[in-house]
């Protein structure tokens, strides 16, 4: 995956302050990857184009990128909860609070997140030894 970056340069500057989540052909469609964000996203990639989420399913500590994805919905692999991936929307329990999303954009093959708008929320990279305790925690 290609490095997160803040301040993207991009003609024209319209994607200045969005997060570089990597190039178009990393995501496979149905198919996600993480940011490695303080909370991580997750980027995902149906057959209408790219959406972002938390990745954090609101159920349990779970990674949602590691989910099943199937038709335009990701299924939790703890609890098997569903979340509509263009919405957040819970759609089975035991999930009941939706996922943000976040706008998506995608210039000369990169995909870019715009998380400017995280309410609440500061948006931090992690560390490379938080990202190894997270992928081993399975979150």
Known sequence: MTPPETNARTQGGDLAGWHAAGTADEIPVDGALVIALKPPVAVFRLEDGFFATDDTCTHAQSSLAEGYIEDGTVECEFHFAKFDIRTGQAL?????????TYPVATRDGIVYVDLRGRAGCPVERLTPSEQQQSRAAGQ
């Open 92 to 100: 089975t329990p035991p999930a009941v609070i939706p996922l943000a």
